[in-house]
T-cell receptor
Framework: GNSVTQMEGPVTLSEEAFLTINCTYTATGYPSLFWYVQYPGEGLQLLLKATKADDKGSNKGFEATYRKETTSFHLEKGSVQVSDSAVYFCALSETDTGNQFYFGTGTSLTVIP | DAMVIQNPRYQVTQFGKPVTLSCSQTLNHNVMYWYQQKSSQAPKLLFHYYDKDFNNEADTPDNFQSRRPNTSFCFLDIRSPGLGDAAMYLC???????????FGPGTRLTVL
């Protein structure tokens, strides 16, 4: 079956540190991959996406590359800010399974000044 | 701006008292979803509509119902809320199934 496994949190970083949040997936076909961000008390916002192998999604300084060979979609940012403090969810969607979204458990990030 | 709107943002109800949460969208998307999210957990899909076609998840309790009277609106009805139903309820839309989903801000439900 389909699933998403995310790096467990919480993660605490100092401002301007490098961020990596690991995400690996299991899928029977060719999924699309997403990163969503959830700020406290709010809904989820799409951060970036990739729809095929070797695609790189990027937005607001965040990047993730769809790696089919390692079934991974790790989220990275070169220099985090306090405003990046949030919960990050990796997700996949696959046509073969009715396009249901499968979310990871989320990784909480706190950036301290 | 096109968006997904949820009302109310905060809802308090009593144990067993029916409650309705609403969601509207200006994106003209075909698919609307309802998720339940408990603290520090991933959103859990309750059901979704593809146009008027209703799709219930196998483990969604019968206590939860949904209506979609038109493209723009979707409602979540909880017939007899229990303490375990206290959660954030998220509405989302997508143009078609499998595309990225756009989420509303959520309704925080408290059950007393």
């Amino acid at each position: 079956g389909n699933s998403v496994t995310q790096m467990e949190g919480p993660v605490t970083l100092s401002e301007e540190a490098f961020l990596t949040i690991n995400c690996t997936y299991t899928a029977t076909g060719y999924p699309s991959l997403f990163w969503y961000v959830q700020y406290p008390g709010e809904g989820l916002q799409l951060l970036l996406k990739a729809t095929k192998a070797d695609d790189k999604g990027s937005n607001k300084g965040f990047e993730a590359t769809y790696r089919k060979e390692t079934t991974s979609f790790h989220l990275e940012k070169g220099s985090v800010q306090v405003s990046d403090s949030a919960v990050y969810f990796c997700a996949l969607s696959e046509t073969d399974t009715g396009n249901q979204f499968y979310f990871g458990t989320g990784t909480s990030l706190t950036v301290i000044p | 701006d096109a968006m997904v709107i949820q009302n109310p943002r905060y809802q308090v109800t009593q144990f067993g008292k029916p409650v309705t949460l609403s969601c509207s969208q200006t994106l003209n998307h075909n698919v609307m979803y309802w998720y339940q999210q408990k603290s520090s957990q991933a959103p859990k899909l309750l059901f979704h509509y593809y146009d008027k076609d209703f799709n219930n998840e196998a483990d969604t309790p019968d206590n939860f119902q949904s209506r979609r009277p038109n493209t723009s609106f979707c409602f979540l009805d909880i017939r007899s809320p229990g303490l375990g139903d206290a959660a954030m309820y998220l509405c989302a839309t997508s143009r078609v199934r499998g595309n990225e989903q756009f989420f509303g801000p959520g309704t925080r439900l408290t059950v007393l």
